[in-house]
């Protein structure tokens, strides 16, 4: 591992707006409305990287809490340390795998999860974080009506995010499949969160990328 690398897991260990998923059986989920000393609602930013939504959207929204998730703690540095820098109390990272995610929110906890850029996994369907397995995961612990934001460059993770959704009868609020040549079919407040530019949109866009975005919520039948 290179230095950077190992200066920034080790520094994650200090920050306090940082938990690293510890996988034991022992493992208490957390209560975030303690941790956050509010029951303000909870948005969960999952594959986050350097967590530009969860930051973002946390500086804009400062009567709501984020959470940003990635098993990737380099990444995480950089939005944790942003989060420190613009006095952030209302944004939290966790450094954990998805695939345990249930391990880490109460059910009934989470108003709305966004997935940002997130890996298409061309030969792993299961493995996409809009897969059926993901979504009971997620199911769990979304409140009733929650809503799922996907935000990506990528026709094969959208084209097959849009199938599960017509296959499973999710309940669909919005396509686009250019978000920025349509804008104007979002509400304000979306348009605004829209020109949030993660790391990876930045570098997709740079090569002609067409930016991709869609939000439905889940039928109660799947918890
Ligand atoms: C293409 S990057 C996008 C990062 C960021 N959202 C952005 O737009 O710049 C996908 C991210 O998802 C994370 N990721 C993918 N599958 C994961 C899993 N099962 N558990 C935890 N993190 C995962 C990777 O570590 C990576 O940081």
Redesign the pocket.
């Known amino acids: 591992m290179g230095k950077e690398k190992l200066m920034r897991f080790k520094a994650i260990k200090d920050f306090n707006n940082v938990t690293e998923f510890q996988f034991k059986a022992e493992n208490n989920i957390p209560i975030w409305k303690d941790y956050f000393g509010n029951d303000h609602p909870l948005i969960v ?9 969860s930051v973002g959207l946390a500086k804009r929204y400062a009567e709501k809490n984020f959470i940003g ?4 703690g380099n ?1 995480i540095f950089i939005g944790a340390r942003d989060a420190i820098l613009n006095s952030l109390n209302n944004v939290h990272f966790l450094r ?4 345990f995610i249930t391990d880490s929110f109460t059910p009934n906890s989470v108003d709305e999860i966004w997935l ?4 298409p996994q061309p030969k792993k369907p299961n ?1 996409r ?1 809009s897969s059926r397995v993901f979504l009971e995961r997620y199911a769990q612990f979304l409140k009733p009506n929650g809503k799922i934001h996907m ?1 990506t460059d990528s026709d094969l993770l959208f084209e097959y995010t849009l199938e599960q959704i017509n296959k499973y009868g999710y309940n669909m609020h919005y396509v686009l499949w250019d978000v920025y040549g349509n804008i104007e079919q979002l509400p304000q407040t979306l348009q605004d969160e829209m020109s949030i530019k ?4 930045k ?1 997709f866009s740079s090569r002609g990328s067409t930016i991709k975005y869609c939000q439905f919520s889940l039928p109660d039948n799947l918890k």
């Not at 930013?45 to 939504?53: A, F, H, N």
């Not at 998730?69 to 990737?72: E, G, H, R, S, V």
């Not at 940002?116 to 890996?119: E, G, W």
């Open positions: 930013e999952l594959g986050c990287g350097k967590g530009e939504y998730a990635d098993l990737k990444r954990t795998r998805i695939d940002t850029f997130s890996d493995k974080l935000k993660t790391h990876y949109e570098l």
